[in-house]
C-alpha cells in the first residue's frame, strides 16, 4: 500500500516539506556514521503489481 494518506501513527504527516526533513536527518546520520552519503531515486516508483 502507498503511504499518501496513511503513515505510521509515530511519524509526521507525508508532504513533500517532511520528506526533505527526513532525508537531511537520514543523509546526516549516515554521514556521522563514516558512511558516504544516501542515493534516493527512483520517482516513478509505486507499491502495485505494475511493471515498467
Known sequence: ????????????PASPEN???????LTREV????G???I???PAWVSSPCST
Open 40 to 42: 534516493y531515486w527512483e
Open 1 to 12: 500500500a502507498n503511504i499518501i494518506s496513511d503513515t505510521h501513527p509515530d511519524y509526521r
Open 31 to 34: 554521514i556521522a556514521s563514516g
Open 36 to 38: 558516504k552519503g544516501v
Open 19 to 25: 520528506q526533505r526533513d527526513w532525508l537531511i536527518a
